[in-house]
């Protein structure tokens, strides 16, 4: 059962990512002053779809609490490392952003990371 608490983390992650990224594309730009961007903020705070992605991150702290009682931290932390992976993907595909080499050596990097931290530890 803890594999599934840090994929339901994973998951709530990414999507309140990608929400927040959706949503905030249609409120236009923070403003400078002070005030305005309060306002700004409130506003944007009352988005349902923005609401959805606190909600999602409340889930993911539940989530991730309940898989901190299966594994000790250094075992489970470096899966997180995915929520990076899976938002580049997302990220490329649903809103155009640049795909580079850079940024696939980078990805490469991290699960070649993600698989020495977590060799013969997670999964035995």
Do not use: C
Request: proline share 2%; hydrophobic share 60%.
């Amino acid at each position: 059962m803890g594999h599934i608490y840090i994929f339901l983390t994973i998951l709530f992650t990414v999507y309140g990512q990608l929400i927040l990224k959706w949503r905030m594309g249609f409120k236009g730009a923070l403003p400078e002053e002070f005030l305005s961007k309060i306002v700004f903020m409130a506003k944007a705070y009352t988005d349902l779809w923005i609401i959805s992605g606190f909600i999602s991150a409340f889930f993911a702290s539940m989530t991730w609490a309940a898989a901190m009682t299966k594994f000790q931290l250094s075992q489970a932390y470096p899966f997180m490392s995915l929520s990076f992976i899976l938002v580049f993907i997302f990220s490329v595909l649903f809103f155009n952003e640049d795909f580079t080499y850079q940024k696939l050596i980078g990805i490469l990097l991290i699960v070649a990371a993600l698989i020495t931290m977590t060799s013969g530890k997670f999964f035995s």
